[in-house]
């Protein structure tokens, strides 16, 4: 029988809470050489990277013109510009002179970029200004005025995409999800609160499957049953996106008391302005209660785009797989972005890029959900963009106890692999993200996409 759970099996079929129809992505077992070999990082790099639309950033972080915000993945280098007109634009971090990357800062804000080498400068719509010494160069080699290479972008939904080879559909054709399913966030109006990037000792794609399904959790991250269903629902969409939809402030399944609300429902009820002290029902009540209170603080507030999400919204994490290396984790206060990049040369190395996002209310009452993982110093208000905190491998990225426990779990999976006696992932019903990920990957691979 196949696996076929519902968050709420009376949400009408156009509903975007709705369970999608089921995918047959086949039941290959894939080589796992996939994870480790030189050969396959090779033809990702050559087929995948360049041909995908990437996220490379969120709008927030250009307000003005001039804001500028660097990209990276693999070995090139993008520089994302809000131009004069209000439009953002990607440029190739390169000088056309001798290589060298123009902008060295990670953000920032610029009239003009000036190669620190010899001093070549562009403007911030990418034209050459000015070269040093233009007379000892011969009028033939700079004719064509050569500036920092524009690289092809769009926005949707409060981020920003880019193409290296420009050869994609355009955004809107590629982006697999239903209409107004990243819009009704309003992410544009959200701020990066945390920026963490850490390096961890797998490969990418062995990162991203351990965030893909909710099958891990009762034994890798136990002490989430008392807080959320572990049995989540899973859907697939086209080009490779999917989403999961877990229910928070529920109990899992798996426990044998059902009644009693603990420990960690509690907290989850202060956390949405609660008193748990005045809840007097079962457990089974406190998901909807939470809702109500979300609702009631909402309206209090004047958030009105509270008022276009389905009471599963107020609660679940609706995590949501941007093809080929994003998760968002989608809430009404805030998202969590995740990247997983790919370290250039070492296909057993990457880096998970996490964005946090919030939005910012005037109002003790209102704050960055606790489950966001965020120290308690960390400024929420948006007024200040926090610099990206690079974690090396070996290191505790401070995410969250959850999210550093997977730091620990994926590296020794990553080693697994190599084993002789391992033949390949035998995906179940839980797993069906990961394998529809695998099959789009495997169509850039072999020149289908």
């Not at 996220?55 to 001039?66: I, K, M, N, R």
């Not at 877990?246 to 609300?261: F, G, I, N, P």
């Not at 107020?314 to 968002?328: A, E, Y």
């Not at 990225?397 to 006696?421: A, M, N, Y």
Request: some cysteine; overall charge negative.
């Amino acid at each position: 029988m196949s696996f076929d759970y519902r968050v709420n099996p009376q949400a009408p079929a156009d509903s975007l809470e709705a369970k999608q129809p089921t995918v047959d992505n086949g039941l290959d077992v894939l080589d796992p050489a996939r994870y480790y070999s030189t050969d396959f990082q090779r033809k990702e790099r050559e087929r995948l990277w360049p041909r995908a639309w990437l996220l490379a950033g969120v709008t927030s972080d250009l307000p003005e013109a001039g804001d500028y915000t660097v990209f990276e993945v693999g070995h090139e280098s993008i520089v994302l510009v809000r131009q004069a007109g209000g439009a953002i634009r990607a440029y190739a971090n390169v000088c056309p002179h001798r290589g060298n990357k123009v902008v060295l800062n990670e953000r920032g804000s610029a009239e003009r970029f000036t190669c620190a080498f010899h001093g070549w400068q562009f403007c911030t719509d990418g034209r050459l200004q000015g070269i040093t010494d233009e007379d000892s160069f011969h009028p033939q080699l700079v004719a064509h005025r050569p500036g920092m290479p524009e690289v092809r972008s769009e926005t949707h939904a409060g981020l920003v995409f880019i193409n290296l080879d420009g050869k994609a559909p355009p955004l809107a054709d590629w982006i697999g999800l239903p209409k107004g399913y990243l819009e009704m966030y309003e992410i544009d109006r959200m701020h990066v609160v945390r920026h963490v990037r850490s390096e961890w000792l797998a490969n990418w794609k062995t990162g991203l499957d351990a965030f893909y399904e909710n099958y891990h959790l009762p034994h890798v991250h136990p002490q989430t049953q008392g807080v959320l269903e572990d049995h989540a629902q899973y859907d697939l969409y086209p080009n490779g996106f999917s989403r999961m939809i877990v229910q928070l402030c529920k109990k899992s399944h798996r426990l044998a008391d059902q009644e009693t609300v603990d420990a960690g429902l509690q907290f989850m009820m202060r956390d949405a302005g609660m008193d748990p002290d005045g809840f007097h029902g079962p457990a089974g009540d406190v998901r909807a209660a939470v809702q109500q209170s979300k609702r009631a603080r909402a309206k209090r507030l004047g958030l009105e785009h509270y008022d276009r999400f389905v009471d599963g919204q107020l609660t679940d994490s609706w995590v949501t797989g941007v093809f080929p290396n994003v998760q968002i984790g989608c809430h009404p206060e805030g998202v969590m972005i995740m990247r997983f990049l790919p370290h250039p040369t070492d296909p057993e190395r990457f880096y998970y890029d996490t964005m946090t996002m919030f939005r910012y209310v005037d109002d003790p009452n209102y704050t960055v959900p606790a489950w966001m993982g965020l120290p308690k110093d960390v400024d929420v208000s948006g007024a200040v963009r926090p610099n990206c905190v690079f974690v090396p491998a070996g290191m505790s990225p401070d995410l969250g106890e959850v999210l550093d426990q997977d730091v620990e779990l994926v590296p020794v999976v990553q080693q697994g692999l190599h084993s002789r006696f391992y033949r390949g992932a035998l995906w179940g019903d839980q797993e069906v993200r990961i394998r529809h990920f695998h099959r789009e990957l495997d169509r850039y691979l072999v020149g289908e996409r």
